[in-house]
């Protein structure tokens, strides 16, 4: 349980890691959105299942209730962080902002 | 274990500082957003983190949820004020239309 506890959060933190990296590097918006939507929803599962196996460990009652409570998390952070990234693509694309292009300078 | 997670909360908070750079220098409205969006899901990981470190789970795990809700929140009612506003960088704001 250890391992899988490491192994779990070791995975989290490189999919945070790539996800910045992309927020940092790529041309526009949309592309920089996609990356921050996918890439915080599967740093977030992996991390906080990595937490639950944290929690396992302890072997009490109360450990128990505290890594259910974290599944719970992870079912709010699974509906919730789709939608809002949904929602900010929709509001660039109502006012107005146009979808980068090859060719054109990154902005 | 105490180190492992002390580690990678650290590299946690780092990485909040790279995404505080994409919110405080983005081009676009929707940007800084996007940015804030993504500082907001690494804090709620980061506030479990830190009440293992303190022992204390059972109560920051209700902090945690609740500062992800707020975070959800936040970020719909600042699209939802974008379909009116429109999306013009921040220097043609203060200047004329």
Redesign the interface.
């Known amino acids: 349980m250890?391992y899988v506890?490491?192994a779990l959060?070791?995975a989290?933190?490189v999919f945070?890691?790539g996800?910045?990296i992309g927020?940092?590097r790529l041309p526009d918006?949309y592309s920089?959105?996609h990356m921050?939507g996918k890439l915080?929803t599967l740093?977030?599962l992996c991390?906080?299942l990595g937490?639950i196996a944290?929690?396992l460990?302890t072997e009490e009652a109360?450990?128990l209730?505290?890594a259910g409570?974290?599944f719970?998390?992870v079912v709010?952070?699974f509906i919730?962080?789709p939608?809002?990234t949904h929602?900010?693509v929709?509001?660039?694309m109502?006012?107005?902002?146009a979808p980068w292009l090859r060719g054109e300078e990154r902005? | 274990?105490e180190q492992?997670?002390l580690g990678?909360s650290l590299?946690?908070v780092t990485?909040m500082l790279?995404?505080l750079?994409?919110a405080v220098k983005g081009?676009?409205t929707?940007?800084r957003?996007?940015?804030m969006?993504?500082i907001g899901?690494?804090t709620?990981?980061l506030i479990?983190?830190i009440g293992?470190i303190f022992g204390r789970?059972?109560m920051f795990?209700?902090i945690?949820?609740t500062y992800?809700?707020l975070n959800?929140i936040a970020?719909?009612a600042a699209?939802?004020y974008?379909?009116k506003?429109?999306?013009r960088p921040m220097n043609e704001t203060t200047g004329k239309e």
């Open positions: 250890l506890a490491c959060i070791f989290g933190l945070y890691f996800g910045t927020l940092l918006v920089r959105l921050a915080d740093g977030s991390l906080l937490l944290v929690m460990l109360a450990g209730l505290v409570k974290i719970l998390i709010f952070v919730a962080s939608t809002a929602d900010m929709d509001a660039g109502r006012s107005g902002q902005r | 274990m492992i997670i990678s590299f946690l990485l790279l995404s750079y994409r081009p676009t929707l940007d957003l996007m940015g969006n993504a899901s690494k709620t990981v479990i983190m293992l789970v059972e795990v209700d945690a949820l992800g809700m959800f970020v719909l699209s939802r974008l379909h506003r429109g999306l």
